[in-house]
């Protein structure tokens, strides 16, 4: 049983809903931090001797195409994260489809491989946003990992495991975020804040559990910005700060535990395209 292990690939100040703060005018502005962080991520990588997927932000890949190039050498997959980190729901169709379509030019000019999967910004698949995975499916995208089955983050109603969705274009298949049911909610805790919130002892034997009991594989998610314990804050809302910032040094070493007891591959191994 393998485990689904993806990396956003983004910079410290990749963050959503934030435009007066990190608008993309002002990226240029920022130190760039996203290559040598992810270095870090893929000697991780190595010394685990493992392969994950790596959700690549259009902008990163055209100012960074010697990092790309070095991350499919090292094997991994390389899949899209939409161009300017722009959530679905402040994008029309028209706008969506050429950010995406742009990310996957500039990664497929790089590797020469067809890309397969994509990451929306923030997880934004939502009710109002489900004609995106149409528009996904017609640019020849094999899977989406952006559906949360939670309310706020994502819907309830989603569903909790790999499976196919029907659109326009085709089927398409749907990696959502792993969750666990916790009173009246589903609960993340595998990547992200939720990783750095919930105990390790938890995150571990709940992906165990999942493994064994129902013959599921879990999805974790990192950033690179999260093995960075130095990079510069920018002035956020409380909540964001939280959420960014929030005991971003047990990134680390949760990851490295998680890669040392349970197996992981990219998506595309676990769903066997
Ligand atoms: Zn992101």
């Known amino acids: 049983m393998i485990n689904a292990l993806t990396v956003d690939l983004e910079d410290w100040y990749h963050i959503c809903g934030t ?7 002002k990226w240029a502005e920022y130190e760039s ?5 992810t270095e870090t991520v893929l000697s991780i990588l ?3 001797d493992t392969k994950a997927t790596f959700f690549i932000l259009g902008y990163i890949a055209e100012k960074e195409p010697d990092l ?5 050498k090292e094997g991994h997959e390389l899949a899209i994260h ?11 169709r028209e706008e969506f ?5 742009k990310s996957i030019d500039v990664v497929t000019a790089i590797t020469g491989e067809k890309v397969l999967g994509y990451r929306a910004p923030e997880w934004s698949i939502r009710n109002n946003t489900l004609w995106a995975l149409g528009v996904l499916k017609k640019l020849g995208i094999m899977y989406d990992s952006s559906m949360v089955p939670l309310t706020r983050m994502g819907e309830r ?9 029907k659109t326009e274009y085709g089927d398409i298949l749907e ?10 909610e589903n609960l993340p805790f595998t990547g992200g804040l939720p990783l750095r919130i919930a105990p390790y002892w938890y995150t571990l034997s709940k992906l165990k559990w999942m493994n064994k009991r129902y013959g599921q594989s879990g999805l974790v998610y990192v950033h690179p910005w999260e093995f960075d314990n130095e990079h510069p804050e920018i002035d956020l809302p409380l909540s964001r700060k939280f959420m960014h910032y929030f005991r971003m040094t047990t990134t680390r070493p949760k990851i490295e535990g998680l890669l040392k007891h349970l197996k992981f591959g990219p998506i595309r191994n676990v769903l066997a395209l």
């Not at 435009?19 to 005018?25: G, T």
């Not at 931090?33 to 962080?37: I, K, P």
């Not at 990696?175 to 009246?184: E, K």
């Open 46 to 48: 190595k010394a685990y």
């Open 33 to 37: 931090r996203v290559t040598r962080n």
């Open 157 to 165: 109603n989603f569903g909790l495991y790999p499976h196919t969705i």
């Open 175 to 184: 990696f959502p975020l792993t969750t666990m049911r916790f009173f009246w």
């Open 68 to 72: 790309i190039s070095a991350i499919h």
């Open 82 to 92: 939409g161009y300017y980190h722009r959530r679905l729901f402040e994008l029309s």
């Open 19 to 25: 435009e007066d703060n990190a608008a993309p005018s």
């Open 97 to 101: 489809e050429e950010d995406v379509r």
